[in-house]
């Protein structure tokens, strides 16, 4: 089983910045894909960023220019630095990976946390 932990949600006010953090745990062979996903009230979740064991990156179009995923193998973590933030980013904040553990594969989420953006 591989959990995930996130963390460094809060409350910001527009325009401010946030980083959040989410760190994989477990019997793990080999992490592929990593990313953030966001759920706002009353809307479904949607993929925020991506990314690969090799660096390769995906963003929402909402967020370009925004935010940074970025993530360190050693340490089996992925980030989302997050600047600019808008009233409109204001959701619970979902990490996933997925990859190996021995023997099988893994896809696994995080318990989401929460980011407000208001003033």
């Known amino acids: 089983q591989v959990q995930l932990v996130e963390s460094g949600g809060g409350l910001v006010q527009p325009g401010g910045s946030l980083r959040l953090s989410c760190a994989a745990s477990g019997s793990i062979s080999r992490i592929n894909a990593m990313g953030w996903y966001r759920r706002a009230p009353g809307k479904e979740r949607e993929l925020v960023a991506s990314?690969?064991?090799?660096?390769?990156?995906n963003y929402a179009d909402s967020v370009k220019g925004r935010f940074t995923i970025s993530r360190d193998n050693a340490k089996n973590t992925v980030y989302l630095q997050m600047n600019t933030l808008k009233p409109e980013d204001t959701a619970v904040y979902y990490c996933?990976?997925?990859?190996?553990?021995?023997?099988?594969?893994?896809?696994?989420w995080g318990q989401g946390t929460q980011v407000t953006v208001s003033s």
């Open positions: 996933h990976a997925e990859g190996r553990v021995v023997y099988r594969p893994f896809d696994s």
């Open positions: 990314i690969t064991s090799t660096g390769s990156t």
